[in-house]
T-cell receptor
Framework: DVKVTQSSRYLVKRTGEKVFLECVQD?????MFWYRQDPGLGLRLIYFSYDVKMKEKGDIPEGYSVSREKKERFSLILESASTNQTSMYLC??????????FGDGTRLSIL | TQLLEQSPQFLSIQEGENLTVYCNSSSVFSSLQWYRQEPGEGPVLLVTVVTGGEVKKLKRLTFQFGDARKDSSLHITAAQPGDTGLYLC???????????FGAGTRLTVKP
């Protein structure tokens, strides 16, 4: 079974802090994704990556950056956290054009 | 505006009833997936449909892909409390290497 592991289930940070969310997958998938999930808005794509050191902007990249130094790890970075970035963050991985496998999410609160 | 519009947004029914939820778009998709998400967990894939007009059955769940590959429906027969959850559709647009999600239908099945 594919395992996608997100480093934290719950995280509380302060406005202005730099925040790192980590995601690791164990199935050698090329593609990795970061979404945020908010009530009534569904999953919105922040960034995705289709190879090591490659990244593509999704629909809402503002205020975020990503890093993919190794194939199995995809990091989401909030450069200077703001309260409107309080959300559930979901990481996913997949083979090319195949369904995605999700982690259990990180519920991030910015105070 | 969401690329994929799901309806209804909320649905509360009694055990044993039938229901249909819809996923509509003006875009054409190479494939479309349905996921179910339970509280505190990431979405889990239910089915992928790839051919226009395709119908797939998963026990009491029937999935249909529209002939033009722009829409899909999920029909549940004799719903059970275990069917409770958030149902998400996601589409893989032609020529794109990413996935877009609808906002979801939150289903509650009361015993």
């Amino acid at each position: 079974d594919v395992k996608v592991t997100q480093s934290s289930r719950y995280l509380v940070k302060r406005t202005g802090e730099k925040v790192f969310l980590e995601c690791v997958q164990d199935m050698d998938h090329e593609n990795m994704f970061w979404y945020r999930q908010d009530p009534g808005l569904g999953l919105r794509l922040i960034y995705f990556s289709y190879d090591v050191k490659m990244k593509e902007k999704g629909d809402i990249p503002e205020g975020y950056s990503v890093s993919r130094e190794k194939k199995e790890r995809f990091s989401l970075i909030l450069e200077s956290a703001s309260t409107n970035q309080t959300s559930m963050y979901l990481c996913a991985s997949s083979l090319f054009r195949q369904p995605q496998h999700f982690g259990d999410g990180t519920r991030l609160s910015i105070l | 505006t969401q690329l994929l519009e799901q309806s209804p947004q909320f649905l509360s029914i009694q055990e044993g009833e039938n229901l249909t939820v819809y996923c509509n778009s003006s875009s054409v998709f190479s494939s479309l997936q349905w996921y179910r998400q339970e509280p505190g967990e990431g979405p889990v894939l239910l089915v992928t449909v790839v051919t226009g007009g395709e119908v797939k059955k998963l026990k009491r769940l029937t999935f249909q892909f529209g002939d033009a590959r722009k829409d899909s429906s999920l029909h549940i027969t004799a719903a059970q409390p275990g069917d409770t959850g958030l149902y998400l559709c996601a589409g893989d647009r032609q020529g794109n290497n990413d996935m877009r999600f609808g906002a979801g239908t939150r289903l509650t099945v009361k015993p």
